[in-house]
T-cell receptor, first 116, second 113 residues
Framework: DTEVTQTPKHLVMGMTNKKSLKCEQH?????MYWYKQKAKKPPELMFVYSYEKLSINESVPSRFSPECPNSSLLNLHLHALQPEDSALYLC???????????????FGPGTRLTVT | GENVEQHPSTLSVQEGDSAVIKCTYS??????FPWYKQELGKGPQLIIDIRSNVGEKKDQRIAVTLNKTAKHFSLHITETQPEDSAVYFCAATAFWGGFKTIFGAGTRLFVKA
């Protein structure tokens, strides 16, 4: 199983709502990632988890709150978002850092978020 | 900050021709260079990658080259087919407490039948 799944596929939320994005993988990967991709732009790294601990936060606003409850799941909690936060949110996973070896990331299909 | 530049932004070729996409990176700590293909409505899909201790890698119609001294890497697709039409991203990964991947701006490839 080389699949990363993301739910929901689409999400429309108001600026006062609280919602969560979910990502799941069963490949035994212990590194998981959140990326944001605006239309016609490349993915931009937001957060990296290694062994369920937050290892990189790319200065993301606090209205985005990641959570890694176990080695298979990654959540992104959303609160008080702005219309400019509308984008495709991609989750990825990989084997964790190991003796200097960098491993390939597998991406999910993304959640298309619209903030109204 | 770290940066990956990618050219061209758009590439149109005739079916059967070759396509070449070039990238440069700035972070000397980068040691892994993946290439992704992204089709409309889908997440990026890894098509080939190269590590910093290798100069060239080939997988059927796709090849990548890496010049670590010049910080250049390239993707070559031979015998292009209409189904190769997509957006292609180069990327560079470095370890900064976790794997940090920076993507190039992307190349929209059109293969005309």
């Amino acid at each position: 199983d080389t699949e990363v799944t993301q739910t929901p596929k689409h999400l429309v939320m108001g600026m006062t709502n609280k919602k969560s994005l979910k990502c799941e993988q069963h490949m035994g990967h212990r590194a998981m990632y959140w990326y944001k991709q605006k239309a016609k732009k490349p993915p931009e790294l937001m957060f990296v988890y290694s062994y369920e601990k937050l290892s990189i936060n790319e200065s993301v606003p606090s209205r985005f709150s990641p959570e890694c409850p176990n080695s298979s799941l990654l959540n992104l909690h959303l609160h008080a978002l702005q219309p400019e936060d509308s984008a495709l949110y991609l989750c990825a996973s990989s084997l964790p850092p190991d003796r200097g070896i960098t491993y390939e990331q597998y991406f999910g299909p993304g959640t298309r978020l619209t903030v109204t | 900050g770290e940066n990956v530049e990618q050219h061209p932004s758009t590439l149109s070729v005739q079916e059967g021709d070759s396509a070449v996409i070039k990238c440069t990176y700035s972070d000397s700590a980068s040691n892994y260079f993946p290439w992704y293909k992204q089709e409309l409505g889908k997440g990026p899909q890894l098509i080939i990658d190269i590590r910093s201790n290798v100069g060239e890698k080939k997988d059927q119609r796709i090849a990548v080259t890496l010049n670590k001294t010049a910080k250049h890497f390239s993707l070559h697709i031979t015998e292009t087919q209409p189904e190769d039409s997509a957006v292609y991203f180069c990327a560079a990964t470095a370890f900064w407490g976790g794997f940090k991947t920076i993507f190039g701006a992307g190349t929209r490839l059109f293969v005309k039948a």
